[in-house]
């Protein structure tokens, strides 16, 4: 039986308990106001992690990361999950089928929100139009929805049409960025997510958010899975650094501490009663151009830039031996992964070939170039100083500029300020469209290139429109190499998740495939 399903029926087995907990003044509050003087939640009660990431909203599908999903997965679930061996699971939906090739039936379980009122077709239909109608990143998900023939069947059936055969859409389905949430909550809230629009039908439920410090949270009393969450009270405290994150597991400051710093493994590991954790990722780390600003807009600079980087040198610095250089588009296991592509395109750093291409693209004396790059991330960082050096052999001055999260996308997604960006996407149902569809015109990321060449999305459509996994399989190779000969998006690493939790901690494994995390069959055996 697979890990995860394991772990979901050992976690039926906990008895819940009771949560308690206060709140700090000046803070927002989504979960109602704790009574002056209660106790607050003692340490076996409370499950305390440090993310990455202060989400700055609780909006389903607002934003774009994995450690944004980390926290909001919590609050709102999807239809579907994959689990530690990406084989896809029913969740919220508890049968499925299909009724031609472009019409999908989904029969909901019996589960209520958070708020105890009954989840029902209305609200899948509305979370999905939602995220259509905003144009929100997980749009690039669910772009072969004909959105506008999706309909309400009954209370707990919704007839999802889709403009052409989709073979991945279950899949895709499962992104924790299509999480359901409670359409009547929302409007009776007048669409504020951080004042009363938070209900879903996740395992746990909002108590306080303090901006730039933690996120409170207990547990969702009218849960659909018996006995689950296994620890009533969980914080979410927020730490953007990778260093100061893997200074709270060396000082024991809380009992799971996610993405501490690579370097930081050893010494992590050396603390008696703390252990670094691993899982492998479908996650590759790209340097991005944007194709449609000068001098980026020519392919013999961006291929001049390929020239201009060592990349396997680069990554063995920055990393060690966490993750893998890159040598695919897409990460290993991936369908669509060709091993022979990065070789080809990427693996030939050579600074006079890099000149020589600058020249022949009209720029004889060099050029400037700037990479965007979120604040925070030491070893990020350290891949773009070690650019920066590469770069100046090839007569290409980098300028570094680090932003936080927030004001990053919103530069980016401005499509012509920015001209390098680091990012990394993800092929979280394990095929290389989840990838791709990100790069579609109408999705979140596809700014960041700008590369809105028609052969290649019509190859991209094409091949997700094959339902034979053998054929789409070649097609997604094609399609990567296509993307690969335009030199826009260049494949650094293939991510491996490093954590650490106290050795007390069981239950917990971090999640491979959207990095959403499980925390609802946690417990703290002290």
């Avoid at 996740?202 to 207990?218: C, F, H, I, N, S």
């Avoid at 993405?259 to 479908?282: L, Q």
């Avoid at 020239?307 to 990393?319: E, R």
């Avoid at 693996?347 to 006079?352: C, F, G, L």
């Amino acid at each position: 039986m697979k890990k995860l399903l394991t772990m979901l029926l050992c976690g039926a087995m906990v008895l819940s308990l009771a949560a308690c907990g206060g709140g700090d003044e000046g803070s927002a509050s989504t979960g109602g106001a704790t009574a002056e003087g209660e106790a607050s939640t003692t340490a076996s009660d409370t499950l305390t992690v440090v993310v990455p990431m202060d989400p700055g909203t609780l909006e389903p599908g607002r934003i774009n990361e994995q450690a944004f999903y980390g926290v909001v997965h919590q609050i709102y679930e999807p239809l579907f999950i994959l689990d530690y061996d990406g084989q896809l699971q029913n969740w919220l939906c508890e049968s499925y089928e299909y009724e031609d090739d472009t019409h999908l039936l989904i029969h909901l379980r019996d589960v209520k929100f958070s708020d105890g009122t009954q989840l029902t077709a209305n609200d899948v239909l509305w979370s999905f139009q939602r995220i259509v109608e905003n144009s929100l990143p997980p749009i690039s998900q669910i772009m072969d929805l004909d959105i506008d023939n999706c309909e309400v069947v009954d209370d707990s059936t919704v007839r999802l049409a889709t403009v052409r055969p989709a073979g991945t859409l279950l899949k895709r389905l499962a992104y924790p960025g299509l999480g359901i949430a409670s359409k009547a909550a929302y409007d009776a809230a007048g669409g504020d997510w951080m004042n009363g629009a938070a209900i879903g039908t996740g395992p746990y439920v909002v108590k306080e958010y303090v901006a730039g410090d933690r996120l409170d949270m207990t547990a969702n009393e009218n849960y659909w899975r018996e006995g689950e969450p296994a620890t009533p009270n969980l914080r979410l405290r927020f730490v953007s650094d990778t260093t100061s994150r893997s200074t709270e597991a060396k000082a024991k400051g809380a009992d799971i501490v996610i993405n501490i710093n690579s370097r930081e493994e050893e010494a992590v590991n050396a603390v008696d009663g703390v252990s670094v954790i691993k899982a492998p990722a479908t996650n590759t780390q790209y340097l991005m151009m944007n194709t449609k600003v000068a001098p980026l807009d020519d392919p013999l600079v961006r291929e001049a830039v390929t020239y201009a980087i060592n990349i396997p040198q680069t990554v063995q610095l920055a990393y060690g031996n966490l993750g893998y250089p890159a040598s695919g588009m897409v990460a290993p296991g991936v369908l669509g992964y060709d091993e022979t592509m990065f070789d080809e395109h990427f693996n030939h750093y050579d600074p006079e070939k890099a000149k020589e291409l600058l020249a022949e693209a009209g720029y004889p004396d060099g050029i400037e170039l700037e990479v965007l790059n979120e604040a925070g991330d030491a070893t990020r960082h350290d891949i773009c100083e070690a650019f920066q050096a590469q770069m100046a052999a090839a007569g290409i001055k980098l300028t570094i500029t680090e932003l936080d999260s927030v004001v990053l996308y919103d530069r980016t997604n401005a499509g012509d300020q920015h001209q390098l960006v680091f990012n990394g996407l993800t092929c979280s149902d394990y095929e290389a469209d989840a990838f791709l569809n990100q790069l579609l015109p109408g999705s979140s990321n596809i700014k960041m290139t700008n590369f809105d060449d028609p052969t290649f999305i019509s190859m991209i459509e094409e091949s997700g429109a094959i339902l034979d996994e053998a054929e789409r399989e070649q097609a997604w190779k094609d399609t990567l190499k296509y993307l690969a000969d335009s030199y826009c998006m260049v494949p650094i690493w293939h991510k491996e998740l490093i954590g650490a939790k106290m050795d007390y901690v069981e239950g917990f494994e971090m999640s491979p495939s959207f990095e959403e995390h499980y925390y609802q069959w946690t417990t703290l055996n002290k």
